[in-house]
């Protein structure tokens, strides 16, 4: 397959795949096991970052600007999340999915969270696209990590958008529809990249930034509210499995 045909793939599949898993799997599992898929998300998230696309950010580009990006990346993300550009609503209780909430808050926590949404769809396809400039198996890596996290994400929202009193289907279609900004972010980035190639380790820094923060930031203090030993053991066999996937992607894929 060629760069283009891989990079389309994964968008339209990674974007679909993810919100379809999303929607059976907030009705199949619950709310209460979501914490499963938060953990491995973690894991994919922090192995697809230190093992995958540092090391290539740092072999094509300067190692001083590589890491001062990344530290600035995760300042900018903080900041962004402040102003609710970039949020992520994964916590047991968050406001949006605390069960004594009132039964729907007439869509405005849904059009917030659609918005907010299409932009991380978009950022997610210019990474991509950057990742499979640099190397196919960068880019498969890179799409696993996405889609592991973009999971329980997409649970979260498909939770927010049914307490802002959307119906099931529109919930998924309107899911669907924002995951298409993963093709159009692809598809600029791809075309835009193409002659700019010493771009592409600015924005493997910036990817790996953005999965560092949200691993860290967004997602594992929501774990730490589940302190029992037997949760705290299944949470770091989740991760460890999580960083083992992006290994094996590694050795399957490895040029």
Known sequence: MSTLSWII???????ALSVLAAAVLSIAMGTQRISMLISYAIGALLGAAFLEILPHALEHGDMHRTT????????????LEKLVLWRHCHHDHCEAHDAHAPAHDHGRSGLLILVGDTFHNFVDGILIAAAFLQSTELGI????????HEIP???????????SGYTKLRALAFN???????????????FALADLTEWIPLLLSLGAASMIYVAVADLIPGLHKRSELKESVLQILLIGSGIGSIALVQALVGE
């Open 9 to 15: 793939a994964v968008s339209l599949a990674g974007g």
């Open 176 to 190: 669907l529809l924002s995951s298409l900004a993963t093709m159009v972010g692809a598809m600029l980035a791809y």
């Open 153 to 163: 994400q997409e649970v979260g929202d498909y939770l927010i958008l049914l307490h």
């Open 141 to 148: 890596v890179t799409a696993l990590a996405i889609i592991a």
């Open 68 to 79: 001062a990006t990344v530290l600035f990346g995760i300042l900018a993300f903080f900041v």
